[in-house]
């Protein structure tokens, strides 16, 4: 039956079939429409003629858009070494992007200043990143935890959350250290006594 065979036309947005009868169907394209965000449209316009040149009909297809959430990628791990100078400080890089063309989040900048030790304040370490999402985790050799570490088996993890944003959207990601010990030196202090042969030696670990 010629009436069901079906003329299709193509857009970048997506596809109108029709066939002779007039049975017409719509199927958007997801993967090109993912740009249009919530309380966009776009709109689809056909205007079908009868084969005998007759009258006209538009078809009028409107594309709704949605808020889509965005998404974090990048390093979310590293290690650092207690008492190795220069693995003390770790760092990496998180991209945030969003489909919704509209749409440019950025990362909530954590400075990890003394002026707010809340900000990027970690259990053994500050935590920064700056707008385009470079951070960085920085060992606080002086925490009593940290320096309790026997040697590499020995481990801690340190985290935090780093958030993007993009207006009242936003999306978080949590980035972890691992914390390796070090076999520290012993030190042998010498307590005082009347002469030299009355003092003890004490050993102890750094």
Known sequence: NS?????????????LSI?????????????????????????ERWTVA???G???????ITINGAADTAVITGTTTATVSEDVAASVTVGGTLTVADSDASDTPDFDVVNGTPADPADGQGTYGIFTIDVNGNWTYNLDETNATVQALDDVHDTLTDSYTFTATDGGDEVTE??????????????ISVASGTDSQDATLKEDRA
């Open 3 to 15: 009436g069901d065979e079906a003329t299709t036309t193509i857009t970048s947005l997506g596809s």
């Open 54 to 60: 007759g009258a006209t009909q538009d078809i009028v």
């Open 174 to 187: 949590k980035v972890t250290v691992t914390i390796k010990g070090a076999n520290d030196a012993s030190v």
């Open 19 to 43: 066939t002779a009868a007039g049975l017409w169907g719509y199927t958007v394209n997801q993967s090109a429409t993912q740009y249009i965000d919530d309380g966009e449209i776009r709109v």
């Open 50 to 52: 009868a084969d005998d």
